[in-house]
């Protein structure tokens, strides 16, 4: 913890966890040995033992951040590939915000993308415009923000799909993240 202390806060602490048995199958699998040795079962406790403290102090110390810290647990006992999935998805971004220009054609893009990734994708304007339209409780309150002068789209084609007065950079950001926020 002393070291850890001179870096601050980390973003995230990962504690990665097995079942003794799992060790135990993991280390024989590795020695290439049929069956764990009993002279090395004390050792093998006492690491065993340390982890799990070394675990409680960590968790501890950065359970007061949790704002600025995600403590998260991740059991490795299965196959690598269920581990590695499990790891990645820890650390995948939760929201990837695309801004494009109006000419290119990037709903169908990113939805392919989301397919693939297991993502949601939202268009924000698209979000924006449905509750506007419907005049909702957010639709109201994204119009009192809304700034009156136009986005001119640096696009010589038809706005077809009035991206161009929903779009999210002619409103309070604070309440279009919240509007999205909400939506998810």
């Known amino acids: 913890m002393a070291f850890l202390e001179q870096f601050g806060v980390p973003s995230f602490v990962a504690c990665l966890t097995a079942s003794d048995q799992y060790l ?18 004390e050792g093998f406790k006492e690491q065993g033992e340390a982890a799990a ?16 810290c995600n403590v998260f647990q991740v059991d490795t006992g299965a196959s ?12 995948a971004p939760k929201v990837i ?30 979000v924006i415009a449905q509750h506007v339209k419907n005049n909702t409780s957010w639709g109201k309150q994204l119009m009192t923000t809304k700034r009156a002068k136009a ?10 799909f009035q991206e161009g007065e929903f779009s999210p950079a002619l409103y309070d950001q604070k309440v279009v993240i919240d509007l999205i926020r909400n939506t998810i």
């Open 151 to 160: 986005l001119k789209l640096s696009s010589a084609e038809e706005d077809q």
């Open 53 to 68: 403290a070394a675990k409680e102090a960590l968790t501890a110390a950065y359970a007061q951040f949790p704002d600025r």
């Open 80 to 91: 690598l590939e269920t581990t590695t999935t499990r790891i990645l998805s820890s650390f």
């Open 24 to 41: 135990k199958e993991r280390h024989c699998k590795k020695a290439e040995i049929e069956e764990f040795p009993e002279d090395a079962l």
């Open 97 to 126: 915000l695309v801004n494009h220009e109006k000419r290119l054609a990037i709903d169908t893009p990113c939805a392919n993308l989301a397919i693939k990734y297991n993502m949601i994708y939202i268009s924000a304007y698209q």
